[in-house]
């Protein structure tokens, strides 16, 4: 009697079956290999078992088993939390130290010496501790300001690759002691505007818990987007008041002095060109005058160093004027340019220092022309710092 012939689909079913369905796949013409994501050559069986003992396939069936092994373990890992590995993640932030420095061995095996525990990897740490230790410390600030009257500040800076990068802080209003502070969000905005800012802190509140009515002062600078988000704001937050930084007013009064002493400014600025860099000349100065620091060099955007720099020229102009002659004009044009301004500002400088320096005292600003201490010292003096 003739042998029946089997059909294909009959064929492809049974390879399946024999070879087990993790392994092959199939449908109406073609075998799959599951491991290595190939069709399969299934006319004869031989074909089937010949491709089994590739080392193709082999290697594939060990990738996916090694997979699999760590997918198990990172699953019991995060099951079984470990104490250990929580209390070293909470260290490591707590100090700003980087998750990854637990990959040097140095440090690893440090760890591993003198603790007598198995130090976890970073991946570790970072997909099963750190989501908790935010969710706690995140509790932990909102039991900290339940139910309290409270302040919100908001700034934005940009960070090295350009992104805007927005912080929230809270504090307390406490009636008989400062409040404390906390930062409760860190985002990253697309752009800066009114629209932006108010939906960064609407969402800050609202992650906090906190009652829109005990949000009672909003501080910020004076950027005309938070201006406009202030006034926003008070719509939802009706007993809100908003308050734009003091400090930025000094500061814009501190940048209207110096547009007003342009030439004190390029004395400043070739000076500062002058020592920058220039070792020798470093060295002449330090030789010259070992009794004072070296000329300041302001930063524009630090409030009040331009200011600090004048009072330094007042103090020193007499040892910066005699430094500056032991110095060859052909070396820098920046030298040229300071002995030109040197002489020129000796009565602008003074006038500077005598109305827009700080107390020697207090350390405050006299550009509202009022000083007073905490020393004993009361009022302004004939030379323009504090008189007792």
Not at 261 to 270: C, E, M, R
Not at 352 to 374: E, F, M, P, Q, W
Request: net charge positive; glycine share 4%.
């Amino acid at each position: 009697m003739p042998k029946e012939k089997i059909s294909l689909g009959q064929r492809l079913r049974s390879y399946v079956r024999e070879f087990g369905a993790d392994t092959f796949s199939y449908d109406s013409s073609m075998l799959f290999c599951k491991y290595c994501e190939i069709k399969v050559n299934c006319e004869k069986r031989f074909n089937v078992t010949q491709h089994l003992k590739t080392e193709k396939h082999t290697k594939a069936i060990k990738r996916r088993q090694e997979k699999t092994e760590k997918t198990q373990q990172l699953l019991m890992n995060s099951s079984k939390k470990s104490s250990f590995n929580k209390d070293l993640c909470h260290a490591l932030l707590s100090a700003n130290i980087p998750l990854n420095k637990l990959s040097n061995n140095t440090f690893r095996n440090f760890l591993e010496t003198y603790t007598g525990k198995e130090i976890p990897t970073e991946a570790i740490l970072r997909q099963g501790y750190v989501d908790d230790l935010y969710d706690e410390t995140v509790e932990k600030i909102k039991s900290e300001i339940l139910n309290k009257k409270v302040w919100v500040s908001i700034d934005e800076t940009t960070d090295i690759e350009g992104r805007y990068i927005a912080n929230v802080v809270v504090g307390t209003l406490e009636l008989d002691k400062p409040g404390k502070q906390f930062l409760v969000n860190c985002k990253e905005l697309e752009k800066t505007n009114f629209s932006t800012i108010s939906k960064l802190f609407d969402d800050s509140i609202q992650l906090m818990g906190i009652q829109r009515d005990n949000v009672l002062l909003f501080l910020s600078d004076v950027a005309p987007y938070m201006v406009k988000s202030g006034e926003m704001l008070k719509a939802l937050y009706s007993k809100m008041i908003h308050v734009t930084c003091a400090a930025h007013g000094l500061h814009r009064v501190a940048e209207e002095i110096r547009g007003q002493f342009k030439s004190v400014d390029k004395l400043i600025a070739s000076v500062k060109k002058t020592f920058r860099k220039a070792p020798s000349r470093v060295q002449i100065f330090k030789s010259k005058a070992p009794e004072i620091s070296l000329p300041p060099e302001p930063v524009i955007t630090r409030w009040g160093t331009w200011i600090n720099a004048a009072n330094y020229y007042c103090d020193n102009l007499s040892t910066i004027r005699s430094i500056f002659e032991l110095l060859d004009n052909d070396d820098a044009v920046s030298i040229k340019v300071a002995k030109k301004y040197i002489n020129k500002n000796a009565i602008t400088i003074t006038i500077i220092y005598s109305h827009y320096s700080a107390c020697r005292v207090c350390v405050n600003t006299k550009l509202c022309g009022v000083c007073v201490c905490d020393m004993g010292y009361s009022g302004v003096g004939v030379d323009g710092w504090c008189e007792e």
